[in-house]
């Protein structure tokens, strides 16, 4: 259906407008109180967890492992530099945020079925967009306020080396951000689909990896930030599912994802016959 410039440019504002409202309306879902409790315990489990993991990994580990690693600045090193910046959130997030430019951009010219769709895939990419996005602001204000020294800075492997409110890139090494973002993006997608978890986890380790050879963090900073990436994911697939989008919950308060956007499951409710 062909659409005159002053009718598209209304239909995108309305698309814009319903998505966000969609967001930020209250939550609906009869089970969200079970599946609140179940986020919490899992959080504080993992956080309990893994923020022993951190400590011991500054006591005991850091200035070991960082004395391994090549001097930066090696020559050989420049394959590692190219697969780091996979795991860069700028990178990921402005390719999302292209990815929701397109889908909006779409919807107004599509109709019936096929828009069904679209706003299937468009609800999925906000999802994983702020999946990452809201364990990355945290991580942002963490670097800031901890103010921990990467490897070296100050001359020495000194893995104690703090200076609290600096907000200096130089002591922006608590948590480390790919971490954050490889690790978001790991569970973001595997919350979407079960089948990608392991190939996922396997991403975030890699591009974790890439940070210690690299001498951009210590071990315990990698570990920080599959915490918050991890978490605040898990934050995010809680509000989603509480609002009934891209997931549902189930009596136990487990948090599935709900049956991907299929084109051909979708013309069997349009045309009124039973879908699989």
């Not at 109180?33 to 923020?51: N, P």
């Not at 103010?147 to 703090?162: E, K, L």
Request: net charge positive.
């Amino acid at each position: 259906m062909r659409r005159d410039r002053r009718g598209y440019a209304a239909e995108l504002a309305a698309v814009i407008g319903r998505s966000l409202a969609r967001l930020v309306r209250e939550p609906s879902h009869s089970r969200r109180a079970e599946a609140g409790r179940r986020w919490a315990r899992h959080a504080l489990l993992i956080s309990a967890v893994l923020a022993v993991a951190v400590v011991f990994l500054m006591v005991a580990i850091d200035a070991f492992e960082i004395g391994l690693m090549p001097p930066r600045g090696t020559p050989s090193l420049w394959p590692i530099k190219i697969l780091t910046d996979f795991g860069k959130s700028a990178y990921v997030l402005w390719t999302l945020a292209g990815l929701l430019g397109l889908v909006a951009l779409l919807l107004p010219l599509l109709d019936g079925v096929s828009r069904a769709v679209m706003i299937g895939i468009g609800t999925r990419l906000q999802f994983v967009f702020l999946a990452i996005l809201v364990p990355v602001s945290a991580g942002e204000v963490l670097k800031g306020v901890i103010g921990r020294g990467r490897p070296f800075v100050g001359g020495a492997a000194n893995p104690y080396n703090f200076s609290p409110l600096s907000w200096t890139e130089a002591y922006a090494s608590l948590p480390s951000g790919h971490a954050i973002t490889a690790f978001a993006l790991a569970f973001a997608v595997g919350a979407l689909f079960p089948r990608l978890r392991a190939v996922m986890l396997l991403y975030a380790l890699v591009i974790a990896l890439t940070r210690l050879v690299l001498l951009a963090h210590h071990p315990s900073d990698v570990v920080a930030g599959a915490m918050v990436g991890t978490i605040g994911a898990m934050a995010v697939r809680y509000w989603f599912a509480a609002r009934r989008l891209a997931f549902t919950i189930r009596p136990d308060g487990t948090i599935e994802p709900l049956p991907g956007p299929s084109w051909d499951r979708l013309k069997k409710v349009a045309e009124g016959r039973p879908a699989p």
